[in-house]
Nanobody, 122 residues
Framework: QVQLVESGGGLVQAGASLRLSCAAS????????LAWFRQAPGNAREFVAG?????LLTKYGDPVKGRFAISRDNVVFLQMNNLKPEDTAAYYC??????????????????WGQGTQVTVSS
């Protein structure tokens, strides 16, 4: 059974940085496409960033381009800089194996973490 566990969320002021991490148990991340999504109350789950199994290709949602960076080794990270109040949401990591491209659709991912809350005050 694969489980994903996120960490690193918290309450910060606008302009601050946070680094989220997501680790897997039951299986390594080798060969998987990994992504971060976020969901604010009343909103649909939104694609934030994704990375291929090689780590060579990444994709970002328009609201976070230039501010967030995804990376991976045995853990997947999301470095979030210059945070804004509109970044406030629960952040989820997601993984799928046997896929080679980064999908922005939540339905493309098989495994999900439980989420970590990020709150940015103005």
């Amino acid at each position: 059974q694969v489980q994903l566990v996120e960490s690193g969320g918290g309450l910060v002021q606008a302009g601050a940085s946070l680094r989220l991490s997501c680790a897997a148990s039951g299986r390594t991340f080798a060969g998987s496409v990994l992504a971060w999504f976020r969901q604010a109350p009343g909103n649909a789950r939104e694609f934030v960033a994704g990375i291929t199994s090689s780590g060579l290709l990444t994709k970002y949602g328009d609201p976070v381009k230039g501010r967030f960076a995804i990376s991976r080794d045995n853990v997947v990270f999301l470095q979030m800089n210059n945070l804004k109040p509109e970044d406030t949401a629960a952040y989820y990591c997601a993984a799928v194996w046997a896929r080679y491209t980064i999908s922005t659709s939540p339905s493309s991912y098989t495994y999900w973490g439980q989420g970590t809350q990020v709150t940015v005050s103005s």
